[in-house]
């Protein structure tokens, strides 16, 4: 039975929604996954034209360890590589135990126009395994953009799945999330970021995150975040030295407890 218990909270919480494959890297999720304007990475999995922020090709592993089950855990991959004024990415993450995993593999692409604009678009496969009913297979598009209205206030807009895309298999009932997102930063100094975003799944209720990132030494930054549906905190702490950064978060989910995960870059 206790070898069970991680399957049944998957079934429950992830099946319908599937909130495993949206998993945006520990500096983001320390921010309270208030992303929408915020460039980083990881914006490979929140708003595709937030990767035109990175300046050489960086490479990222993150992992995440959901507590209350013995096997439960995600681990993600992340390369971005920027060329003129474009920039692409891939993005790979794996979701679940030993009875049921998802997989998202994404390729992206972002255009910066100057420095007030960038656009970004991505592309999806999504694979889930169930042992016993199978798997299905599917594929979607995420679309984003971005806008500098000034060197402290930014603005972005982005859409997961905006096609609705669904797995076919008859015997896998669940779905790829359809979902708009729009948020903004202000940064009154070089060393202080706030985002907020409002999201929109179709199938439930608006979220609100808000997020702040300081960067408290030249080598530590410190994070934390909110968001409300349904309410969790989130604190991190990101750690840079030279061309290597390391960042550490923890999420705290009312049902499901504490999610520590932590993320390892290198730019090259």
Known sequence: MRRNLPLFFILSFTISHT????NQ???LTAMGNASAAVKDVWSLNANPAGITGKKSPVATLNYARYL???????QSFAFVLPFDNNFAGISINRYGISEFNEIKA???????????LSIGMKGNIHQIKITNYGNA??????AGVNYALNKRIGFGLYVNNPSSQEYKATN???????AIHLGGTYAPSNKLILAATVSKD?????DVAIGVDYKFYELLSLRGGLSAKPFKQYFGIGLNYQKLMMDIAIESHP???????IGLSYAF
Not at 19 to 22: A, C, K, L
Not at 68 to 74: A, I, K, T, V, Y
Not at 172 to 178: A, G, L, W
Not at 202 to 206: E, Y
């Open 19 to 22: 909130f495993g494959q949206y």
């Open 25 to 27: 890297g520990a500096r």
């Open 68 to 74: 209350f089950g013995d096997e439960l855990s995600e």
């Open 106 to 116: 994404g390729f992206g692409l972002a255009k910066s126009f100057g420095d007030a």
């Open 137 to 142: 297979t599917t594929f979607s598009v995420d």
């Open 172 to 178: 896998v009932e669940t779905h790829i999330p359809t």
């Open 202 to 206: 179709f199938d439930s209720k608006f």
């Open 255 to 261: 049902q499901i407890g504490y999610t520590p995960q």
